[in-house]
């Protein structure tokens, strides 16, 4: 027999109308605060992991965990906090969110060994998680009409704005400070939302009564087909997938309990995720292209940090300020996308970003081996600039078109889809630099016979400058020559394959320019419910 949860009479909480703009604002700009140190702690440390290895003695195998730990807890709690937010209220989730995120953010800079970092790095996720679809329902319970544009333009661009800039600001940290204040950074910002969220944000109260009858079978089910997920996609890439016989456990759990998720929210009365909303045209098409445009900021986010790291030998505030103009580009972009989004329609605008954001990954694709952050400049331009007019209109057009009181569930779903095409562009990418990695290089070194004369002259020119070095050894030199000759191969090939890499991502997002016009536009109710976040 199903158990449903009845809900308590309620008083309603203060309506937004009756808060002044200036006290809307406050409230919802402390909460983006939290939801962009939330984000930004998915990529802050990928740049300094060599660091974080030497200073807790770990392997790169195990240094890997430190970001994969950290996502797959986020992505656990992230569309669990929809009900969450309803059982405890949206003031007291999101500060015991904020408060076990700071917490947690003092103990990984205290982690004594590469396993304390790792358990903390999964708290910290886990426990900060739910300040990221709560400010995306903040921003549609306090604002409407034009200004509900404006907060959509902030949130949406915050969103794709953090995980840029990650590289870029752990990367100076690390190199002026130490990885330990990767962590540290988080405990004033921290602190103040802490403070302040309890005593701005009153919009619902909590509702105990929902805890009877929750539907905590579709918690387990989601939480385990989730997380195993998630592991199947990070570590795959490294392990050849299903030769290694943790990974094709894990994709067999994630393969028989996602079916049994998806079946138990869609027959459940109350599920903790409203997939029934991705009926909603809408809501439907914007989480398709939440996804593809995950995998678009994630996947370029990764790729970019190893291309200058394996390939120029970047350091880690190096590539930090390498990748730092897209950031730029997306901050300039955003009062334009804003001003031009009170007077044309929002499709639009998404099919210029999608457009502009697949043509900035196109102009990868000519990327040799010397490229540094001049070459990378208008590529990474058009990124910045492409990720606000791509991602704000996704966000107001898909969660605009619900009504309130389908808000918070939903919400938490819009937001898993973005990290889970970040996770699997992130997985997809890391089998292509595998894969096709293998096939350039095999197809460079065919050339390199006999026949090819310039081949051999280099070849020979190598051998006598080694044999030169080595006191007149042919034999050390001729070695010498030749590894330096497979190095400069596999140099090659695995800038062929960033290139290759990069394309497939372009293709992706030129695709979804053509499904964006058939999203309808929204015209947002003047007021939400008092239930609605």
């Known amino acids: 027999m199903t158990l449903t ?126 300040m990221i679809p709560t400010a995306f329902t903040a921003a549609f319970f306090y604002f409407t009409g034009q200004q509900r544009i404006v907060a959509a333009a902030i949130i949406g661009g915050l969103s794709s704005l953090a995980p840029t800039l990650g590289p870029t600001i752990g990367g100076w940290i690390t190199d002026n400070y130490s990885w330990h204040w990767l962590f540290f950074v988080n405990l004033v910002p921290g602190a103040f939302i802490a403070v302040a969220v309890p005593i701005m944000v009153k919009i619902d109260k909590p509702n105990l009564t929902l805890l009877k009858g929750a539907d905590y079978a579709g918690m387990a089910l989601m939480a385990i087909f989730l997380g195993t997920l998630e592991y199947t996609l990070e570590e795959g890439p490294r392990w050849d997938w299903l030769g290694d016989e943790t990974i094709k456990t894990t994709a067999i759990i994630a393969a028989v309990s996602g079916p049994l998720f998806l079946w138990r929210s869609l027959t459940f009365v109350n599920p903790v995720v409203d997939l029934r909303a991705l009926k909603v045209r809408n809501f439907g098409l914007g989480s398709l292209l939440s996804f593809v445009t995950g995998i678009g900021i994630f996947a370029t986010i990764y790729l970019t940090p190893i291309f200058l790291a394996r390939v120029r030998g970047f350091s880690a505030q190096e590539i930090g300020w390498a990748v730092f103009s897209t950031g730029c580009f997306q901050l300039a972009a955003i009062p ?37 952050w001049r070459e990378l400049l208008l590529p990474q331009a058009f990124r910045g600039f492409a990720q606000q007019f791509s991602v704000a209109p996704i966000v107001t057009l898909a969660l605009g078109s619900l009504p309130p009181e389908r808000l918070k569930l939903a919400s938490g779903l819009f937001n898993l889809m973005r990290n889970l095409g970040g996770a699997i562009g992130i997985a997809g990418c890391g089998t292509i630099l595998n894969d096709r990695t293998n096939l350039h290089f095999a197809r460079i070194a065919e050339t390199l016979n006999a026949t090819n004369s310039e081949a051999m002259a280099a070849l020979q020119s190598l051998t006598d400058r080694y044999t030169t070095a080595f006191a007149g050894d042919d034999t050390l030199g001729r070695a010498a020559a030749f590894k330096q000759l497979w190095n400069l191969t596999y140099r090659e090939a695995l800038t062929q394959t960033f290139a290759d890499a990069f394309l497939l991502i372009a293709v992706a997002l030129f695709a979804m320019a053509l499904l964006a016009p058939f999203m309808r536009t929204v015209a947002p109710p003047k007021a939400p419910s008092a239930d609605a976040h």
Not at 338 to 364: I, N
């Open 5 to 130: 949860a009845t809900a308590s009479v309620r008083p309603a909480p203060s309506a937004p109308a009756e808060l002044t703009l200036k006290a809307k604002a406050f409230a919802f700009g402390t909460m983006a605060v939290g939801f962009f140190i939330a984000l930004l702690d998915i990529q802050i440390v990928s740049a300094s992991l060599k660091d974080i290895g030497g200073g807790l003695s770990a392997s790169p195998d195990e240094l890997s965990w430190v970001q994969t730990s950290y996502l797959i807890a986020e992505i656990v709690v992230i569309p669990l906090s929809g009900w969450l937010s309803r059982v405890m209220s949206t003031r007291w989730l999101f500060t015991v969110s904020a408060i076990g995120f700071t917490a947690t953010s003092m103990l990984c800079g205290w982690a004594w060994d590469i396993d304390s970092m790792i358990a903390f790095r999964a708290l910290q996720g886990f426990l900060g998680g739910s």
């Open 336 to 372: 334009l996308y804003t001003m031009l989004a009170r007077k044309v329609d929002l499709r639009w605008l998404m099919v210029f970003g999608l457009l502009c954001f697949g043509f900035g990954l196109w102009s990868f694709t000519p990327i040799t081996h010397d490229w540094g």
